[in-house]
């Protein structure tokens, strides 16, 4: 039997490949020469931002087509640190991607992700453990 929201996981996933899809094209085209411009400091911020983007959405894809995640919402999700999977859906107004459209793939990305975790009833949120790791 297939699980009862197939159709909402299937949009999530298929969100995240388009995501994905465009953070590739940008951070790896025009994003790439564009971040050569900046000063060191901003190119390693647009770096990280950038896996962290790939990170969710991979993160997304993985848990979208794990069937134990119909069972314990959430219980499928990689383990991640609060700050790199969970930072809402924005960037610090210091970001140096704000205003372009990697800033732009970013946000949706760290929206995409909110959305999961908001869908997760409240009873199988995570609790920090000891390590500093949110276990999802």
């Known amino acids: 039997m297939p699980p009862a929201n197939l159709p909402e996981t299937s949009r999530l996933y298929r969100r995240a490949v388009d995501i994905a899809r465009h953070a590739r094209h940008w951070f790896d085209g025009p994003g790439l020469e564009w971040r050569a411009t900046l000063p060191v400091a901003d190119q390693a ?50 970001s140096p991607l704000l205003g372009t459209p990697g800033g732009d793939i970013a946000i949706a990305s760290r929206q995409l992700v909110d959305t999961i975790v908001e869908r997760t009833p409240i009873a199988q949120k995570p609790a920090p453990h000891s390590d500093g790791l949110w276990r999802i």
């Open 45 to 94: 911020a647009v770096a990280t931002e950038s896996l962290r983007t790939t990170a969710r959405m991979m993160a997304v894809i993985a848990w979208a087509v794990d069937p134990r995640h119909d069972k314990a919402p959430g219980a499928a999700l990689p383990r991640f640190t609060s700050s790199a999977f969970t930072q809402g859906g924005s960037l610090p107004g210091t």
